[in-house]
């Protein structure tokens, strides 16, 4: 390390390895037009008095406003503010084109849907280099229960938190012992089973198995799909499916056999869709759970991984959402 | 919002939604000694000239040291430093005492192991209420491909980052379908049978589908089992395990069947315990192909929900880690 001299960008890029939130600052130019930042620079100092800081860059075109109006708002954006965030980052014109404000002291802009806002007025303005730091001091604020945007290494995050206790799920192996419960395969096929398992009291009342949920689900979403093409999409979940599995389906009047144009198509009964509205409802009764004891933003945020997962491990299955059309388009392009 | 006067804990409970990293400051006191201080009021002010800032609580101990040496570096901690912070957020003497430590400019104490390094000269110290704002020039700096660890609302946190270019898999399904691709139970069972699917190459050279992979690798972890407690390991994957199934496992060589004290118990066989290891290297292959494409902070930070996800979860299933002993404790416990 200590080089007299170092490039710019390494430095930049060193210094993002610093998580942060992100926060939208606002104030109102002499001329009365909302003035507002997106600004990562934020950060506590004081708690008595409560004051907080962040720096702005000297070149900015909002300097004159934040340096003549002794009153700013600083807004803790959320995980839902993400375009917010790019949309005050810009050098745009009309960043408050359209939004809805809150009524703030002094007339200040105060956005909605934030984590947490505070609002301060000048203290302090120090130089900084090429930034002027501002340290405010805070007159009011208020917390939303709305999980907050994180950013880091020049990309939007969420937080993953660790609990104070741990996350350990069971005892530790011996070290001899290769297969822990810190293997990603194990974590992914326990917290699969688990979730199924937590559907399988409306499964049992509907007296279907997990394959038959997977084929259900599949018609849920398109219907009318011959058996081919339902294991298509179930095949990764390593069952295939029979002619003798769609017969029980048909018996249990979940689903019916239409033959058209010489092909045979299976399509949901009213029975069938309502059956798999419940299976969907439970699934997200079960999600709300999960979100009250793991929290909203870390649920997010597991959703964020888990596409990344899958896209990272994707054999290049077909779409479940897409139309037949796509689906063809995508196994030609591939 | 606006209250004129305001409760601390409330007030400082808002300020942490904002997201930080965790860093840990040192220089040297007038006598020597090496002192070192937990922070989370670090962040970047200036490119050219290179500038930081962070606060320091005027009642620290560590103040005068900060005061009258003007080098200082900080460490923005890894993920794996956790302990690390601990350490130096507390007022222990010792916080050194068995360190290693890297030789830094001025002597100053540089620690191992972080994701980045800043060696600092103090440009000047301004007034923040309790606390005094430090602004340093940096000096010199590396940085390391570690992930960083954060802090968020009272608890250490990963950053699970979201790519600009998005994380939708499928095409955007109608309004009406109430099956989407944000259902956990889907994401999670995809990212399972994709993980599985991985495997597959290897389980369909050893003649094995996916219930006797289950089972191997419950017995490579406790051996010589019963065929119902192999039941108790493997039951919540959804099959029953059946004498049939066990004699096919021994006719393929991979467990042999024992009988000791009139119970009848499986034991792999070097064979099992040799297509076990390769599984676990199989998929521990796999897993760092993960880690190349969505990297080693991102997995630790799906680690970590996945396991509060399967605690959420869990319907008391029994330890495979643990004694038969203590998992009988816990099934009296529960």
Not at 78 to 104: I, N
Request: charged share 20%.
């Amino acid at each position: 390390m200590a080089k007299a001299s170092f490039d710019p960008q390494e430095f930049r890029s060193a210094l993002s390895t610093f998580t942060t939130g992100v926060t939208i600052i606002t104030t109102r130019a002499e001329n009365g037009d909302p003035v507002g930042i997106t600004a990562n620079s934020f950060n506590s100092v004081s708690l008595n008095p409560p004051m907080v800081l962040w720096s702005l860059d000297k070149s900015a075109m909002s300097l004159p406003a934040f340096t003549s109006n002794k009153h700013w708002n600083v807004h803790i954006l959320s995980v839902e503010q993400e375009a917010l965030s790019g949309r005050f980052a810009s050098r745009g014109e009309d960043k408050f084109k359209g939004l809805e404000l809150d009524t703030g002291i002094n007339n200040i802009p105060l956005l909605k849907n934030c984590t947490a806002r505070f609002n301060c007025r000048t203290a302090f303005i120090y130089e900084g280099g090429d930034h002027m730091i501002f340290v405010g001091e805070v007159l009011g604020f208020d917390k939303s229960e709305r999980p907050p945007l994180a950013f880091q290494s020049g990309q939007y995050a969420l937080a993953a938190r660790k609990p104070r206790e741990g996350v350990q799920l069971g005892a530790t192996p011996p070290p001899e012992c290769s297969y822990t419960e810190d293997l990603l395969g194990y974590l992914a096929g326990r917290a699969h089973f688990q979730l199924v398992a937590a559907l399988q009291n409306v499964l049992k009342t509907q007296q279907l198995n997990e394959q038959q949920f997977f084929i259900l689900s599949v018609l849920s979403i398109q219907d009318s799909l011959t058996i081919e093409e339902i294991n298509t999409f179930v095949d990764y979940t390593g069952g295939a499916v029979t002619l003798e599995d769609m017969a029980a389906l048909e018996e249990q009047d979940y689903v019916v056999l239409v033959k058209k144009n010489g092909s045979s198509r299976y399509v949901l009964t009213a029975n069938g869709r309502e059956a798999s509205l419940k299976q969907i409802a439970v699934a997200k009764a079960v999600e709300e759970q999960i979100a009250d004891q793991i929290g909203a933003g870390d649920v997010e945020a597991l959703k964020i991984l888990f596409k990344r997962l899958i896209k990272a491990t994707d054999p290049g299955l077909p779409d479940l959402w897409a139309t037949k059309e796509e689906n063809d388009a995508k196994k030609t392009a591939s």
